[in-house]
């Protein structure tokens, strides 16, 4: 079945400089890529998305990639705040019609943005 | 907008007992899950209902039942604690089988 793999478990920037995490998954089929945010003692809280017929999405500083060929897909957060600290989740979901929409979640991304 | 509600916020159950957890959603979304997230390993699915009175099974049923009573409520019974077992379990909703998930705030159980 679907694999996703996160590739960065921490990661540090300064305020003000960009994050970026990168997510890799195994099934061709796969079509929908979301990304969550959970702060401390909170659930997830969807950010941005991405599907298979575009390779490039922004929503104001989150801009998400994704190369189809390599299988991988990335989150990149531009003049990051303190508020930005969180843990990411990226996720994969194939086309599976009747069945539903069935995510595969990577283990998470600390990040933390210090001032 | 909407909400996605789950009771208990905290549950501590003893080894062997049968636990239920519960999930109510007022965005009028037709697809439920139950997801459990345990430290180091992401969510994985339990079970997902595309409409009600549906039920499908993740990756993760062993060890659980659900239920889908009417579209707005979720609920998913662990049919028999495990001792030392510890996590958060999530329910989500989304519109469509093909839509965007939004997550409630979780149930933390802990099995002593």
């Known amino acids: 079945g679907e694999k996703v793999e996160q590739h960065e478990s921490t990661l540090s920037v300064r305020e003000g400089d960009s994050a970026v995490i990168n997510c890799t998954y195994t099934?061709?089929?796969?079509?929908?890529f979301p990304w969550y945010k959970q702060e401390a003692g909170k659930s997830l809280h969807f950010v941005i998305d991405?599907?298979?017929?575009?390779d490039r999405k922004q929503s104001q500083r989150l801009i998400v990639l994704l190369d189809k060929k390599a299988k991988r897909f990335s989150l990149h957060i531009t003049a990051t705040q303190p508020e930005d600290s969180a843990i990411y989740f990226c996720?994969?979901?194939?086309?599976?019609?009747?069945?539903?929409?069935?995510?595969?979640f990577g283990i998470g991304t600390l990040l933390s943005v210090k001032p | 907008g909407g909400i996605i509600t789950q009771t208990p916020k905290f549950l501590i159950g003893q080894e062997g007992q049968k636990l239920t957890l519960k999930c109510q959603q007022n965005?009028?979304?037709?697809?439920m899950y139950w997801y459990r997230q345990d430290s180091g390993k992401g969510l994985r699915l339990i079970y997902y209902?595309?409409?009600?009175?549906?039920?499908q099974k993740g990756d993760l049923s062993e060890g659980y039942d659900a239920s889908r009573e009417k579209k707005s409520s979720f609920s998913l019974t662990v049919t028999s604690a495990q001792k030392n077992e510890m996590a958060v379990f999530l329910c989500?909703?989304?519109?469509?089988?093909?839509?965007?998930?939004?997550f409630g705030p979780g149930t933390r159980l802990l099995v002593l």
């Open positions: 989500a909703s989304s519109r469509s089988n093909q839509d965007t998930q939004y």
């Open positions: 099934d061709t089929a796969s079509s929908y």
């Open positions: 991405i599907r298979s017929n575009v």
């Open positions: 996720a994969a979901s194939g086309d599976y019609g009747s069945s539903g929409n069935k995510l595969i």
């Open positions: 965005f009028n979304h037709d697809t």
């Open positions: 209902s595309i409409t009600e009175n549906d039920l």
